[in-house]
């Protein structure tokens, strides 16, 4: 199926809920904490990787990984009632073996559910492949919208590389075929890569778009951002920050995917407000469903606001209704959006934030459409810093 498709299917059904959004947006939430309608679950930080950029390998651990039975008893709850979106990442989801059995559960305990992402680095294509064509099977059965991706760093050995996995780059493409393969018989179902940016590959970017191109795959790039919560990797902060050469390549990167994408696809969005950031001094115009109507959920049982916050407590130990509305954990989430997310990289569900607060996605459609057809205006156009 067509990216476009798919996006086109995505705005139908979330257009049935604009109105719960305008409701929740320009009223509810300014008054009273909403219930979160975004969760990503880190449902294992063990992985199949040893990436130069992440750090949640070295946390992987089998054993305090929350398992189905306790999963579901965390789920079983209205509290969750309104979540729409939801994303499974980690760690390597695959490695766990009852990963289907896990979407099964959240189709079941999401009553509201439109649309399923998983991450993957497809580097075990004998167990990927049948595990998340049963996924794609099941979610096609139930009619909701699933998007998986596969980790793609450079071509070749860059890949192999950045992931310090022999023969990596071959063990993702078989991955990579047998996905495009399910994409095409599925309607319900969007397939493609994904890649971050950071000095190591730099100069592969242009080489990985085309490659994608060639092979009529989507891609999403990404910046390299450094946060404990989602990737462990404040430490390597030092080592592998940006600089002015890698700042000025991915500013020119980003404003040329613009022009390229459609004005309507979240990619643009995102991109468009990585230019900005890189112009402005990293002063972030994003919106973010995170602030006010979103959850991230560690494989232990540790819940947060988004991969910035502090940890609200664990959900083995106590609701997670009541960390959510905990007035501690709302007062330190208030700091948060004070203190952090003005200056925040997270490309996390941005697409969901921009679609949630309406009059700043109609603000950038317009934008977009100026910077899509003459990029030397961009700098014209970004949003004044408050």
Same mark, same amino acid.
């Given at each position: 199926?067509?990216?476009?498709?798919?996006?086109?299917?995505?705005?139908?059904?979330?257009?049935?809920?604009?109105?719960?959004?305008?409701?929740?947006?320009?009223?509810?939430?300014?008054?009273?904490?909403?219930?979160?309608?975004? =969760?990503?679950?880190?449902?294992?930080?063990?992985?199949?990787?040893?990436?130069?950029?992440?750090?949640?390998?070295?946390?992987?651990?089998?054993?305090?990984?929350?398992?189905?039975?306790?999963?579901?008893?965390?789920?079983?709850?209205?509290?969750?009632?309104?979540?729409?979106?939801?994303?499974?990442?980690?760690?390597?989801?695959?490695t766990r073996n009852d990963l289907p059995e896990m979407v099964e559960l959240f189709f079941r305990r999401l009553p509201r559910i439109r649309k399923i992402g998983v991450n993957t680095t497809g580097l075990t294509p004998h167990r990927a492949i049948p595990m998340l064509t049963r996924i794609v099977e099941f979610c096609a059965e139930k009619n909701v919208l699933l998007s998986v991706r596969?980790?793609?760093?450079?071509?070749?050995?860059?890949?192999?590389?950045?992931?310090?996995?022999?023969?990596?780059?071959?063990?993702?493409?078989?991955?990579?075929?047998?996905?495009?393969?399910?994409?095409?018989?599925?309607?319900?179902?969007?397939?493609?890569?994904?890649?971050?940016?950071?000095?190591?590959?730099?100069?592969?970017?242009?080489?990985?778009?085309?490659?994608?191109k060639s092979r009529r795959l989507d891609i999403v790039f990404n910046m390299l951002r450094f946060t404990e919560n989602m990737l462990n990797n404040k430490s390597l902060e030092e080592q592998i920050q940006f600089r002015q050469r890698e700042k000025d390549f991915m500013r020119r990167f980003f404003l040329d995917r613009v022009s390229e994408e459609s004005v309507l696809s979240g990619q643009?969005?995102?991109?468009? %407000?990585?230019?900005?950031?890189?112009?402005?001094?990293?002063?972030?115009?994003?919106?973010?469903?995170?602030?006010?109507?979103?959850?991230?959920?560690?494989?232990?049982?540790?819940?947060?606001?988004?991969?910035?916050?502090?940890? =609200?407590?664990?959900?083995?130990?106590?609701?997670?209704?009541?960390?959510?509305?905990?007035?501690?954990?709302?007062? %330190?989430?208030?700091?948060?959006?004070?203190?952090?997310?003005?200056?925040?990289?997270?490309?996390?569900?941005?697409?969901?934030?921009?679609?949630?607060?309406?009059?700043?996605?109609?603000?950038?459609?317009?934008?977009?459409?100026?910077?899509?057809?003459?990029?030397?205006?961009?700098?014209?156009?970004?949003?004044?810093?408050?």
């Amino acid at each position: 199926m067509s990216t476009d498709t798919f996006r086109l299917q995505y705005l139908a059904r979330s257009a049935a809920g604009v109105p719960r959004d305008l409701v929740n947006s320009l009223v509810l939430s300014r008054f009273k904490a909403i219930r979160p309608t975004v =969760l990503i679950y880190n449902c294992t930080f063990v992985c199949d990787a040893r990436c130069e950029m992440c750090g949640n390998w070295k946390m992987g651990d089998r054993k305090s990984d929350m398992t189905l039975d306790q999963l579901d008893g965390v789920m079983a709850h209205d509290f969750w009632g309104a979540v729409e979106n939801l994303n499974i990442s980690g760690g390597e989801p695959t490695t766990r073996n009852d990963l289907p059995e896990m979407v099964e559960l959240f189709f079941r305990r999401l009553p509201r559910i439109r649309k399923i992402g998983v991450n993957t680095t497809g580097l075990t294509p004998h167990r990927a492949i049948p595990m998340l064509t049963r996924i794609v099977e099941f979610c096609a059965e139930k009619n909701v919208l699933l998007s998986v991706r596969v980790s793609l760093d450079g071509i070749g050995d860059i890949h192999n590389q950045v992931r310090q996995v022999k023969a990596g780059f071959d063990k993702a493409c078989q991955t990579i075929d047998a996905m495009q393969a399910l994409a095409e018989k599925h309607a319900n179902f969007q397939f493609g890569l994904a890649a971050t940016i950071f000095a190591m590959n730099l100069e592969e970017s242009d080489k990985l778009l085309a490659w994608a191109k060639s092979r009529r795959l989507d891609i999403v790039f990404n910046m390299l951002r450094f946060t404990e919560n989602m990737l462990n990797n404040k430490s390597l902060e030092e080592q592998i920050q940006f600089r002015q050469r890698e700042k000025d390549f991915m500013r020119r990167f980003f404003l040329d995917r613009v022009s390229e994408e459609s004005v309507l696809s979240g990619q643009a969005f995102m991109y468009l %407000h990585y230019a900005d950031m890189i112009a402005n001094g990293y002063h972030r115009t994003m919106p973010c469903p995170f602030q006010r109507q979103g959850l991230l959920l560690n494989p232990e049982g540790n819940l947060f606001y988004c991969e910035n916050s502090e940890k =609200l407590g664990n959900v083995l130990d106590e609701s997670a209704e009541s960390l959510y509305f905990k007035v501690a954990n709302l007062a %330190h989430r208030d700091v948060l959006l004070d203190k952090v997310c003005p200056t925040c990289l997270s490309p996390c569900q941005v697409n969901v934030g921009a679609m949630k607060q309406v009059v700043p996605y109609v603000k950038f459609l317009r934008r977009a459409y100026q910077v899509k057809h003459d990029p030397a205006r961009h700098l014209e156009t970004i949003p004044p810093v408050r």
